[in-house]
């Protein structure tokens, strides 16, 4: 079931989005720059934390803020239409609604199936899962602690898992259907991403600075990130539609479980003591105490020298891009598990919260927000192409709409800003494509 059926059936104010779009994607965008076409007319009266679009329409844009805000704007019916194209929001959940947060929202989300439902996580303890149309809760959550990211499966067939990274140490699994909890994973996160290769593999960003590949339908994780394991190169693309199967990140676990094995069996050998999990023993040289999520000694591998503040995983699931509290950004192999080597420059980011990342369909560039700017990077030199600026504080959150070839970044200055190609529709219509790959501000 969609949401605002009314508004779509009304003749006089539907767009034909697929139109421009088609155009759009027809050739290269050379620039990017604050749209003179279109303006987001901001509520909050807080920090944006979570910016999303909606994956089924790419028409509905979700919002939410630190005042305990969240609204929703139609990208394609603008309440004003001359000389800008302004876009209100069409509801507004602030503390004045009965159901609504009492502290900062730190991740909204649309159902990746329908506009039926959304998600809101907040630092007031709570998950809430919405009823769009009748804009009232319908299930909620109750979390021991801060609830600093939310994510849902873009994927998911079987599951309606909302994982949840919250400030006691672990990432609960919520399940929509049942209104309870799934099961616990034991790691102390601050940010936490679905693989886009399969409904069963979540990646988490750890305070310790460690990257962990979970399989929900079993104990532990199965891959831990290390920035000492490198590899030189990008790996050739594959197929249109062919993704990473289950079997392949099952196949991880199975050697990863092979070689703990393998470890435990020399160990033994060679007549040392094998301690428990979590255990660490009174003198030797191990004093740092295990990690519970870990599964073995050989697990305490770290991708950042800090917090891990940042995850994206690219469309096609190959690859992650990772940012810490280091200021450092990593491009990792899925696969492989290793450091591809790109060179990002080293870049100021936030450190007291996730950031948002957004990455273009073809994974060329990534938007790192960085401080009051947005950087613009390539994924696979780690060249910066261009600085965003139009922030007055802060940037917290980026999204690129893949239809519309826009990006919309929200900041703690409270504004929504839209970042649009720089040739005009008429030139995009009449022009010639041109091959051009740099970006601007």
Same mark, same amino acid.
């Given at each position: ?63 939410? $803020? ?110 929509? $259907? &049942? ?17 886009? &290769? ?36 990008? +790996? ?19 050697? &990863? ?31 740092? +105490? ?57 870049? +100021? ?31 696979? &030199? ?31 200055? +409270? ?27």
């Amino acid at each position: 079931m969609h949401v605002w059926k009314e508004i779509r059936d009304r003749e006089g104010g539907k767009v034909h989005s697929h139109c421009f779009a088609k155009r759009i994607k027809s050739n290269r965008i050379s620039q990017l720059e604050l749209s003179n076409q279109k303006d987001i007319v901001s509520p909050h009266k807080g920090a944006i934390n979570s910016l999303q679009i909606d994956s089924t329409e790419g028409r509905y844009l979700l919002s939410a $803020a630190s005042d305990a805000s969240v609204a929703v704007f139609d990208l394609q019916r603008p309440a004003v239409y001359q000389p800008i194209s302004k876009h209100s929001s069409l509801f507004l959940l602030d503390k004045h609604h009965r159901h609504a947060h009492k502290f900062s929202v730190s991740s909204a989300i649309w159902y990746p199936i329908d506009t039926g439902l959304f998600v809101t996580a907040s630092y007031d303890h709570h998950i809430n899962v919405w009823d769009t149309n009748t804009i009232q809760v319908v299930v909620n959550f109750k979390m021991p602690g801060k609830v600093h990211r939310a994510a849902m499966s873009n994927l998911s067939t079987s599951h309606m898992l909302i994982a949840a990274a919250t400030e006691d140490v672990q990432v609960r699994l919520c399940d929509i $259907a &049942s209104g309870a909890f799934a099961h616990t994973l034991l790691d102390g996160v601050m940010t936490v991403e679905w693989s886009n &290769s399969s409904e069963w593999v979540l990646v988490t960003g750890g305070c310790d600075g460690a990257i962990r590949f979970w399989d929900i339908r079993r104990a532990g994780c199965f891959l831990v990130l290390d920035q000492s394991r490198t590899q030189l190169g990008r +790996r050739p693309p594959v197929l249109k539609g062919s993704m990473m199967t289950k079997s392949k990140a099952l196949s991880l676990q199975d050697s &990863s479980t092979k070689s703990r094995a393998a470890q435990k069996k020399h160990a033994n050998g060679s007549g040392s003591k094998q301690l428990p999990i979590g255990r660490v023993p009174s003198k030797g040289p191990m004093k740092q +105490r295990l990690h519970p999520g870990m599964l073995s000694t050989q697990d305490r591998a770290t991708a950042h020298y800090g917090a891990v503040t940042g995850l994206k995983v690219t469309e096609d699931g190959m690859y992650l891009l990772s940012a810490g509290s280091d200021s450092r950004l990593r491009l990792w192999d899925v696969q492989s598990g290793c450091d591809t080597l790109v060179n990002f420059e080293t870049v +100021r980011l936030q450190i007291n919260k996730p950031l948002q990342f957004a990455t273009t369909q073809d994974a060329t560039l990534v938007f790192v927000p960085c401080m009051r700017s947005v950087k613009a990077f390539d994924m696979w &030199s780690g060249n910066m192409k261009s600085i965003l600026r139009g922030h007055y504080e802060c940037v917290n959150s980026c999204w690129f709409n893949q239809q519309d070839q826009e990006l919309y970044t929200g900041g703690n200055d +409270r504004q929504i800003l839209v970042w649009a190609p720089a040739r005009s529709i008429a030139d995009e219509m009449d022009g010639p494509a041109e091959d051009q790959d740099n970006w601007s501000s």
